[in-house]
Nanobody, 117 residues
Framework: VQLVESGGGLVRTGESLRLSCAAS????????MGWYRQAPGKERELVAT???????YYADTVKGRFTIFRNIADNTLNLRMSSLKPEDTAMYSC????????????WGQGTQVTVSS
C-alpha cells in the first residue's frame, strides 16, 4: 500500500495541527497503522498506533495531546495534535502493517511539523 502524508507546517507553541495519511487502498484490511516521528539527530520514535479493531496506543510524550483515528470511508489515517510543544518538532511519517507476523511494511515520505517557541 502506498501512503502519502499531508498537513504538516509551522505552528506556535500551544497551537494545534492535524496530519493526514492517504492510503492507495482500503485501510480496513490492514492489521495496524501508526505515526512515527524523527527529529534531527535523533532516532525515529513511535508516536501512536491504531489496530484493525480500533485499539489505540500513544507514546507517553504525546498522551492526552494527540489523537489517532481512521476514516475508513476515504482510506485515511489521521493524527490530531493539540497543545503542541517545540519538542514535537520532527518529520512525521505514517506506516502500515499488512501482515500481523511482520512489522510495518509500508511507509510514507513524511510531513514536517515545526513548533516555534
Amino acid at each position: 500500500v502506498q501512503l502519502v502524508e499531508s498537513g504538516g507546517g509551522l505552528v506556535r507553541t500551544g497551537e494545534s495541527l492535524r496530519l493526514s495519511c492517504a492510503a492507495s487502498e482500503s485501510i480496513f484490511k490492514l492489521n495496524a497503522m501508526g505515526w512515527y516521528r524523527q527529529a534531527p539527530g535523533k532516532e525515529r520514535e513511535l508516536v501512536a498506533t491504531i489496530s484493525k479493531t480500533g485499539i489505540t496506543y500513544y507514546a507517553d510524550t504525546v498522551k492526552g495531546r494527540f489523537t489517532i483515528f481512521r476514516n475508513i470511508a476515504d482510506n485515511t489515517l489521521n493524527l490530531r495534535m493539540s497543545s503542541l510543544k517545540p519538542e514535537d518538532t520532527a518529520m512525521y511519517s505514517c506506516a502500515a502493517q499488512s501482515d500481523p507476523q511482520k512489522g510495518y511494511d509500508s511507509w510514507g515520505q513524511g510531513t514536517q511539523v515545526t513548533v516555534s517557541s
